[in-house]
């Protein structure tokens, strides 16, 4: 099969993209390089990017939920860099407002559970904030600060697209971030707001591929959502979140791809994927998990299981 390949680094490995124009086929793995790491990264972003844009692919995007939280703090920038690490091609990071009104990466309002602070983020100032540290998934402190989301954004700059996830009360803020940092095409910013609701903060945004979320099952009209997002904005990207798999919605997914809209489910939990989740796919049933996703449309995965979940992709050909 003709193809090409792209060549990219991270940290002191770099991944291989090969890819058919003719099908959009492409895998990466990672192999050691001499190339530098700006032309590399430069190649690999667009690469991403010009996936966005593509409803239909056989190659399925990973993005890791929170970093890989398995090897680093969640929403760190340790566990934004061990995601790249493995490979994954988006970090979903959470944003909460300080006292002073600093976006940092937090997921839970209040600091308790992932670090040695306690109270609500937004009753702290970024210095008092700054000086606590965060705890690793079974409660242990780490040397990891809690960073601001304009430190994660320069971070992924040019490597790594970023999902921005709890960020629709601060599209002004997080616009001014993007504009400071010139990460506008990195960023996927998200909501479940309606089009009305949503209407007056989506200037601010502008220039990154927005994201809606459509719930099947919590929607009043999620199909009429759909259109009212599509007639409106016209998104790349669409999160199909679901409890159960009553709706039309998988019986008709081929018509929001013919629209031009890529399709993002979220297996990282299963309240998001009716029992399509990461939990039963790593205990034996990825292709009941995974697999079943990827079968009703899903081009993009969001994960808890990185490594594993790309490990059966490159097995399924679909990277």
Request: hydrophobic share 40%.
């Amino acid at each position: 099969m003709k193809g090409f390949i792209k060549h990219f680094l991270r940290g002191t490995l770099c991944c291989v993209v090969l890819s058919s124009p003719s099908d959009g086929w492409g895998k990466r793995a990672h192999i050691p390089t001499d190339t530098t790491q700006r032309a590399t990264q430069v190649e690999s972003i667009e690469f991403l990017k010009e996936e966005l844009t593509k409803p239909r692919s056989n190659y399925v995007m990973v993005v890791a939920h929170r970093g890989d939280w398995h090897g680093a703090p969640e929403n760190s920038i340790a566990a934004m860099e061990k995601a790249m690490d493995l490979g994954v091609d988006m970090v979903e990071v959470d944003v909460r407002q300080t006292k002073d009104g600093v976006l940092v990466l937090m997921h839970d309002k209040t600091l308790d559970r992932t670090t040695n602070g306690a109270g609500l983020v937004a009753n702290h100032t970024l210095e008092e904030i700054k000086k606590l540290r965060l705890k690793n998934h079974k409660g242990k402190l780490t040397k990891h600060r809690i960073p601001t989301l304009e430190e994660a954004m320069r971070f992924a700059k040019g490597k790594v697209l970023v999902n921005i996830d709890k960020g629709d009360g601060y599209f002004e803020e997080i616009g001014e971030i993007l504009k400071e940092t010139g990460t506008f095409d990195i960023a996927v910013p998200k909501s479940g707001l309606g089009v009305t609701a949503i209407a007056s903060r989506m200037p601010y945004i502008k220039g990154s591929p927005f994201m809606a979320v459509i719930s099947l099952d919590k929607n009043v009209k999620p199909l009429q959502k759909i259109d009212d997002y599509i007639a409106a904005y016209r998104p790349n990207v669409m999160e199909i979140s679901f409890q159960t798999e009553n709706s039309a919605f998988f019986q008709q997914y081929e018509d929001l791809l013919s629209r031009n809209v890529k399709i993002w489910m979220t297996p990282c939990a299963a309240q998001w994927s009716a029992g399509h989740h990461d939990d039963r796919a790593i205990n034996g049933d990825p292709d009941g998990a995974w697999g079943w996703l990827i079968d009703h449309g899903a081009t993009i995965l969001l994960t808890n299981e990185p490594k594993a979940l790309i490990e059966y992709l490159e097995k399924s050909g679909r990277r």
